[in-house]
């Protein structure tokens, strides 16, 4: 089995290890920014649900409105 890391650019599958030294610079940029943007999704994803929390507490403690 090839675990050889690949990147497709305009539907056509390179073998990174075959391309330019500038091109691999590139692909380890493009996985440094995806990891960073998913580990933000993962902090947005905890600070929203914190968020609810605060906003359904905040509800259980103001004055009901009367109807």
């Known amino acids: 089995?090839?675990?050889?890391?690949?990147?497709?650019?305009?539907?056509?599958?390179?073998?990174?290890?075959?391309l330019s030294e500038e091109a691999q610079q590139q692909?380890?940029?493009?996985?440094?920014?995806?990891?960073?943007?998913?580990?933000?999704?993962?902090?947005?994803?905890?600070f929203q649900t914190a968020r609810n929390a605060y906003q359904a507490a905040l509800q259980q403690l103001v004055p009901r409105a009367r109807q």
């Open 27 to 46: 692909v380890n940029s493009l996985q440094f920014v995806d990891t960073q943007i998913a580990e933000l999704n993962a902090k947005l994803a905890v």
């Open 1 to 18: 089995m090839d675990d050889e890391l690949e990147v497709t650019v305009d539907g056509i599958t390179y073998k990174v290890s075959e």
